[in-house]
């Protein structure tokens, strides 16, 4: 007979898992609902000074989500029964080790919250038009700013282990923060050669985020005193060092004298979070008839600018009645339009090896098509596709990776096979 689960304290439920990393370090946030408060337990492999590192007791919990949160042998063919499978046995995991940590610190909530209130009302379920609305164009976002985003009203806890006994730290929300997502003032000035001010720098108090973008941790953006419409771009809690590897770049693109026809996005400023450092970077949004060269040379359905990359998610309950109608496949460009692309694309990118830049992600997806049918370079992460790497990977973010893959995807481009008249 399975053993009866306990159940959960009253007033008190688990909400999420988040990985954490900061490229030296890594671990996890529970995130929990207690007494309609947001509050997140932090276990990670980098406990503050003077608190155990290797005999941690909380290393069985940081090793158990690891365990679930990893699939280095997911067979390329698994389906979508297997997929779902899958995902419910890592969330069931995760929470079983989420309650395990309730009861460690449920004694730190009560005294920052006070005794358990009566739980509020379930939120109405959304009808099935929202649900459509939301899988197509993601989560409503109205004036979301990046500080509400990335700290909602929360109180972090930190569980650590001192001298073999677990304990529960509550006074370093904002140290946490800072270590999960910003890139330190430091690394600007002493790793990259510039102050902070050489490109305006905005809050996040203050950076509107008005809906998503072209793919994951992208938003359409504004700032105050500016009706310009921008691309912003945050660091990733799970490793930010892609985000500063592309403020890398951008600010060497800053320093040079980059040719007006090698097309790429410039920086426009930093996204900022006090002293700790720099949250994310905002970009030039680039007018796009084609949001990327991918449909238009593989035959697949085009989608508007700002929904590639949009995930339905993997829970039955969320899912909509009927599926839409895909878009019909992109017609094949005429040759004479695709040699032009290739041309301009191959010019930006040696434009960007000629002042120290490499662009990494070559491939037709971070290719833009914009309203006078140029081809721009874009995401300079560095970040490899499968099918879109050098055959040697460790040439991935090289002068000589780049114009390998350069050179297959020029190959895909060209090809004549299914020419259209467009």
């Not at 938003?219 to 990733?236: N, R």
């Not at 951008?250 to 980059?258: D, E, H």
């Not at 508007?304 to 993997?314: C, E, V």
């Not at 009645?321 to 990118?349: D, N």
Request: glycine share 8%; aromatic share 6%.
């Amino acid at each position: 007979m399975a053993e009866a689960k306990a159940p959960w304290p009253t007033g008190l439920s688990y909400h999420s898992v988040e990985h954490l990393s900061d490229g030296n370090s890594w671990g996890f946030s529970i995130h929990y609902h207690y007494n309609n408060q947001g509050f997140a337990a932090v276990i990670s492999t980098s406990p503050p000074a003077g608190f155990d590192s290797e005999t941690a007791i909380e290393r069985k919990w940081l090793d158990r989500l690891w365990e679930l949160s990893t699939h280095d042998s997911v067979p390329e063919d698994e389906g979508d029964e297997q997929i779902l499978q899958r995902l419910q046995k890592q969330s069931e995991g995760e929470q079983e080790v989420a309650r395990e940590i309730a009861d460690l610190i449920l004694p730190t909530l009560q005294r920052l919250a006070g005794p358990p209130l009566a739980a509020p009302p379930p939120p109405p379920k959304p009808t099935p038009e929202e649900l459509e609305q939301q899988r197509v164009t993601g989560p409503p976002h109205g004036t979301t700013t990046v500080s509400d985003l990335l700290f909602p009203p929360c109180t972090l806890l930190e569980v650590v282990t001192k001298d073999g006994t677990l304990e529960v730290l509550s006074d370093r929300t904002e140290e946490l923060r800072a270590k999960a997502h910003a890139i330190p003032w430091a690394v600007l000035r002493e790793e990259m050669g510039v102050e902070p001010g050489f490109v305006p720098s905005f809050s996040a108090k203050d950076v509107v985020f008005r809906r998503p973008g072209p793919g994951v941790g992208v938003y359409y953006a504004s700032v105050p005193g500016s009706d310009e419409e921008l691309i912003g771009k945050l660091t990733d809690s799970f490793d930010k060092r892609f985000l500063e590897k592309e403020l890398e770049k951008y600010v060497k693109l800053w320093k040079a004298s980059l040719d007006p026809e090698a097309r790429v996005p410039k920086l426009k400023g930093l996204i900022t979070h006090g002293d700790f450092g720099i949250l994310g970077i905002l970009l030039t949004k680039i007018s796009a008839k084609h949001a990327s060269l991918e449909p238009l040379i593989t035959g697949s359905p085009e989608l508007p600018y700002g929904q590639q990359g949009r995930l339905i998610s993997a829970n039955p309950d969320s899912l909509p009645a009927h599926r839409p109608t895909p878009p019909p496949p992109a017609p094949r460009p005429s040759l004479e339009r695709r040699q032009r692309w290739a041309a301009q694309i191959e010019h930006t990118v040696r434009e960007l090896h000629k002042h120290g830049v490499t662009w990494g992600g070559v491939r037709p997806e971070n290719v833009l098509i914009d309203v006078d049918d140029t081809a721009w370079v874009v995401d300079l992460r560095g970040s490899g596709t499968p099918g879109w790497m050098p055959e040697d990977e460790q040439l991935l973010g090289t002068v000589e990776g780049d114009l390998e893959v350069l050179g297959r995807v020029k190959e895909v481009l060209l090809r004549e096979d299914g020419d259209g008249t467009e």
